[in-house]
């Protein structure tokens, strides 16, 4: 009886460790491939490359590599005296070319109080240096303010907040206006873009919650979805020399389900948390957690039933009155 009892135990167990296997590989199956998640995510943000205005030297560095700045900041400076100097020169063209127009409207006020005495030729002539004075002095005019905002721009300023990274501009450096010479990370613009296959999107919606693990990181962050990408590269097709398609005429019979980015907006991070972007992370979306979303479904539902009713009581009392139910 012994015997009996201690195999029916034996097959318990193993019936049971056989179930709990099913289980098991069943969630692990369900996790891997159906689940929201990936390994494949990265912190990225917006790299601003700030380019001068103006050419010229360097003079001043006011900062240094992986350091914090603000919008409007000053960076460096390039040779400043020479645009002052620049700018003083204009100034000088513009008073002289203000002289040169009173003087030409006060010859013409003297033409045209002679009168007869001066010819009509001598009268043209002063109108015309008259019309060249004024248009000199807005050329000069012109000049000047371009001056002014040349030196205003010598100054190179942080054009958003965030942390220079790689900086190696030292004074004496020769700049080229339009050539970017400073790297800053747009550090409002930090988020994290999660590469998911294809196969799971059906299961991802904008503003649900998602769970994010950095490597090396212990503490988790979260966010929320942002935005899906509404298309990716075909590497299968190209443009052919005449303008027509080229497709690629092998097909591979295993098939791999393309990568989405989806975009996912950070919550404020954790103290102690340093977010760098490039980094790799894990991401994991929380399936019906739609916060923003979850509520409008569930005020819609109350609304429609309220309008419910309301039919219902109005056509109990068209009906109490005689006349016909209005149609649904």
Known sequence: MSFSLRGLARVLVTLLMCVAAFFAGRALWSHYMSDPWTRDAKVRADIVGVAPDV???????????????????????????????????????????????????????????????????KTEQAQLALDSAAAAVQQATAARDLAKLNLERSEVRAPVTGVITNFTVR?????????????LIDTDSLRVEAYLEETKLNRVHVGDSATIWLMGQPTPLHGHVESIAAG????????????????????????????????????????GVNLVAGMTATVYINQGNNNQAGDRPQEAKQETKQKTKQKTKQDGASQQNGAPASPR
């Open 232 to 271: 990716i590269e075909d590497r299968e097709r190209t443009i052919g020399s005449g303008l027509l398609a080229n497709i690629n005429p092998t097909f591979s019979w295993v098939r791999l389900a393309q990568r989405v980015p989806v975009r996912i907006r950070l919550d404020p991070a954790p103290d």
């Open 55 to 121: 050419s010229g030297l360097v003079s001043e560095v006011l900062v240094q590599d992986n350091q914090p700045v603000k919008a409007g900041e000053v960076l460096f400076r390039i040779d400043p005296a020479r645009f002052a100097i620049a700018l003083r020169q204009s100034e000088a063209a513009l008073a002289g070319g203000r002289a040169t127009l009173e003087q030409a409207a006060r010859e013409l006020k003297r033409y045209e109080k002679l009168g007869d005495v001066v010819s009509q030729q």
């Open 171 to 183: 004074p004496g450096d020769y700049v080229a206006a339009g050539a970017a010479k400073v790297a």
